[in-house]
């Protein structure tokens, strides 16, 4: 077990793609803080953990705060003696449109996903460096904060946010040995069981079945347990020269994904003046303009969700 004698904590981890997070690194050999808001969730967690032969205990309380942030990596050392490995994986969804959003929406999301990893990960680095312990940090991204996506402003900002951090954090942590990575998951979880462009993948899964190969493969759709894999090699030291890199999993597909680079450029004499760009942007950027959004292909007949009865 690559992961023998260390330690990690999950944020997010009572359940759903954290959960999977946790068990996986609990297999590899690492003690675990699980981390909910649900203490009876976190129980659960932990017992499950247990009953696999792994070892667990469980932090009942939101992340956001320094002070939560403090008792997570404080629970780790005083349960487990030490702490090698973060994942912020604890999220909330408050989805609407631009002008429905209110600023309560808005504070919320960004809390828990952007303040949320920023704390949890100063508090770990900040005993990594004290330590001398090269420690890894993995946060977790999404599709919408590459792309976005309609109703996400929040959500988008707060995961476009945390690659951002991640590429400057892993600036400032190389010199110590500190690796600073993000997962994009593309996976089955209560959020996608609510859209009807996956209901046949979520509902294979539920049944215990695989799910069909069009969204393993061709869409890069699969279960928690797919992407569990990608978090514990991160976590472990055959991964100390991969550093700062956004990596996507889902079903059988992995993916590196590009930093933001200039997709064309200009030069004008002088500087582009607004008669310039009137007279020039169409024919040198029109056909360069980026696209926003995921465009999902055409799903196969046998695949398509139930049209809902007209009552």
């Known amino acids: 077990m690559s992961l023998e004698g260390k330690v990690a904590i999950v944020t997010g981890s009572g359940r759903g793609l954290g959960l999977a997070y946790a068990r996986e690194l609990a297999n590899q050999g690492a003690a675990v803080v699980i981390n909910d808001v649900d203490a009876a969730v976190a129980a659960d967690a932990v017992t499950l953990i247990e ?3 792994g070892r667990a205990v469980s932090v009942v309380a939101p992340v956001g705060s320094s002070e939560v942030a403090k008792h ?3 629970t780790a050392v005083a349960k487990f003696g030490r702490l090698d490995i973060l994942v912020t994986n604890a999220g909330i969804l408050r989805d609407k449109s631009l002008l429905k959003m209110t600023d309560e929406d808005f504070d919320l999301v960004i809390n828990v996903h952007l303040k949320g990893t920023f704390t949890c990960v100063r508090e770990a680095f900040a005993h990594f460096k004290e330590n001398n312990v090269a420690g890894r940090i993995i946060t977790i991204g999404s599709p919408t904060g590459q792309r976005g ?6 959500y988008a900002a707060a995961k476009a946010g945390i690659v951002g ?3 400057t954090w892993a600036l400032e942590m190389k010199k ?6 993000t997962v994009i998951p593309v996976a089955a979880t209560a959020m996608t069981k609510t859209v009807p462009y996956f209901q046949k993948a979520v509902e294979a899964e539920e049944r215990g079945e695989a799910m069909p190969t069009f969204f393993r493969k061709d869409l890069g759709f699969g279960t928690a347990d797919d992407v569990a894999g990608l978090i514990a090699f991160l976590a472990s030291d055959d991964a100390a020269g991969v550093t700062g890199q956004v990596i996507g999993a889902g079903g059988d597909r992995l993916q590196l994904w590009t930093h933001p680079e200039a997709a064309a450029t200009e030069y004008h004499e002088g500087g582009w003046g607004y008669e310039d760009l009137i007279s020039s942007f169409e024919s040198l950027f029109g056909d360069k303009l980026q696209p926003v959004g995921e465009d999902f292909p055409e799903l196969p007949a046998e695949l398509r969700p139930e049209p809902v009865p007209v009552k």
Not at 176 to 181: E, L
């Open 51 to 53: 009953s696999d032969g």
């Open 72 to 74: 997570l990596v404080e």
């Open 176 to 181: 110590v040995g500190v690796t600073a990575n």
């Open 165 to 167: 951090m991640v590429r």
């Open 149 to 154: 996506n309609f109703g996400q402003t929040n």
